[in-house]
């Protein structure tokens, strides 16, 4: 055998036992690697860390939750443009190779072996797929290893659709962008299919490293990596000549779009979804991809929102105004200066920051964030004016060129040209909520003039004292318990020894001290006498109102059974005080409120529906899905007949002037030293209540009253929410009568003609009869007259 044989039997037979010696190797650390594996079959269940998300009832965002971003998406729902991005940047061999790209393999092996360092290489998207959903990213051997059984395993398990579709939304791409829907959402405000191609590559090339390529906080670098992936789509065909100049000349231009973008504006109804739906599931509900429906009307609530500022604007206006919010020296005439100071303030919800550019007693002039020049109204001036006390010529002492104000903007803050309102930022607080009386589901909700400067819900935490709108429920409870419409009360003044604070005595008053003398139920209501209301329950007794009260969903069990209970004593929230009258709102059913109308999981899977409410006359109270009649219909009916008085002829009468509506009714509330200010109501479909008041209970002023403060915001909210309702019809129960008395002769007229009181009655007794009568004939004479027919009204 000659050397040279010997030599190349020796290497061959070394080579072999090298390749034998490292395929047992191989086989020996699959075995005891692959015991450790986890099963790669759960990536057929993968459930993403995906925001909980709510909606209004039309299914607009309304708000999202959740420290990751990310939108799912299938396979089928990314554009080859995009797919072909991120092939071309990360892994242009992924249809050819079996998990393992060896050729990558080796080139990394090479550069370990020629540098001495480990670098980057010979990762493919199946391997990143492994290291992203079962491991984590440390340079190690055993992890690569792992890594690499791990990719053979998916690729034998999955398809390259199923890998790819897992990869495009588990991949991190920076700003809280996870997968590439919510990336296209954050870095262009826009859906896959919108991005162009110059756009798909600069999101292509995050991954490699999203911090060191981000194009907002390095736009260079990020350019250059966004080429270099240009260029590989061109090389493996992906991309034209003439799209790729295109895209190499595009400008980097994006923009972060951190929040998802809002198509109703809800903050207080959002916080108020998250919270329930943290009580219901725990933190994993900011990652469980919740999709929350509410029943907020959309329009509603826009007009909500809007009637609550404007109140409390017009509130701020009736007094002084408090001065500027800050000043800086500037230049004379300055308009950049002035604009960059305007864009430094906070933001507050309808209304601007603006720079006083110059001042004098004649003209004020302002300039905007976006450098706009504008002059303060006639008003504006006026009110200034008025603040400065016996200077009220000098205008240029409250206003110098420099100051900081605020002016009423538009929606989104934007200022028409022109002149502008001075505005301040209210100390008052308010809260409006609206339902639907049939249904129970929220309407509208404000909690507060702007949820950045607060959070606190006012409509939905706030602990209130209601004032006289607790009235209606006090004078149902009168009519079940002996009391007519047509009852003769007295408002003479009341002294009750050592029942007021500290056992002093109290001594209740109507609003400004008048006494009325003598007054029918029906009136006092209307003219919201609490000398009558105190009568009232003191002879149903505290407790049979509580119990009466309790009947309508009021929180009853907090509260004492005492005379003040007739004034509206207890507190209780805005929201609770509104669920209350649905039961007027809609004849007498007790129908449970309700703001979250749906729930589903990630895939649309419904796990909680609010079930439609059946309004029933016999079902009991408690029984599921119905809503039962708690107060009879007579009763509900005379109730709204007084209400309606209220806001047509009594301490509501502003909104009967300013709707025109005859089917409207609601009752205002007014607290000790104007605390409080309330006014609730209803039409047909809604009813609603707005209050005003200060979050530490001071004073609103001596004329601040619910018809004065409450009832515009109430007003303009139902001047959006009735304006295309046709008006309802008021038909009177069965059990309710109305008979006319001639006052001259004292005699019944029924159709024009006269007849007797008995012969009208016969056989007609009802629990409740209206009887519309003479002032001239007193109501024992026409009670006697009328036998066992109740007399519940006089209109004459």
Known sequence: MSFLTFIFKFVLYLVVFVVLIALSAWGVARYVYSEELPDVNSLRDTQYQVPMRVYDRAGGLMAEFGEKRRIPVTIDQVPPLVKNAFLAAEDDRFYQHPGVDWQGLFRAAWELLRTGHKGQGGSTITMQVARNFFLNSEKTYSRKFNEILLAIKIEHELTKGQILELYLNKIYLGNRAYGIAAAASIY???TMDQLTPAEAAMLAGLPKAPSKYNPIIN??????????VLGRMFDLG?????????ALAEPVGSTLYLSATVELHAPFVAEMARARMLQEYGEAAYEKGLRVYTSIDPRLQVAATQALQDALLDYERRYRWRGAESHADLAAGDVAAAATLAQAQRVVEGLAAVVVLEASAQKVKVVDAVGATHELDAPSLKWVKASLGKDNDRVVMALVAGDVVRVRSQRDSTLKEGVVTLAQIPEISGAFVAFDPQGGGML???????????KFNRAFQAQRQP???FKPFLYSAALENGFTLASVISDAPLVFSGQGSNNADWKPENYGGSSYGPTRLHEALVRSQNLVSVRIIDAITPQVALNHAKLFGLP?????????LALGSYALTPYELASGYMVFANGGYRVAPYFIQRVEDVNGVVLFEQPKPKLCDTCAPGEPGAAPRVVAEENIWLTNMMLRDVAHRGTGAAAGRALK???????????????????????????????VGYDDYHSMGRKETGGSAALPMWIDFMRVALADVPLQENKPPKGVVTASIDPASGMLVENGAPGSIREFFDGRHALHTTAVVSEMLPPAEL??????????????
Do not use: H, M
């Open 238 to 246: 992906q991309l034209p000549q003439a799209q790729l100049e295109l």
């Open 444 to 454: 509208a909700l404000s909690g507060g003039f702007d949820f950045a400067l607060s």
């Open 219 to 228: 736009p260079t670098r990020a350019k250059i990596r966004r080429d270099y």
């Open 467 to 469: 004032g006289s709108s």
């Open 783 to 796: 009670s006697e007259s009328l036998g066992d027919a109740q007399v519940t009204e006089e209109l004459f």
């Open 661 to 691: 509506r005859p089917d409207i009714a609601g009752k205002t509330g007014t607290t000790n030293d104007q605390r409080d200010a309330w006014f609730c109501g209803f039409g047909p479909g809604v009813v609603a209540t707005a209050w």
């Open 188 to 190: 262009y405000n826009k």
């Open 556 to 564: 009853t069990q907090q509260w004492n059974p005492t005379l003040s």
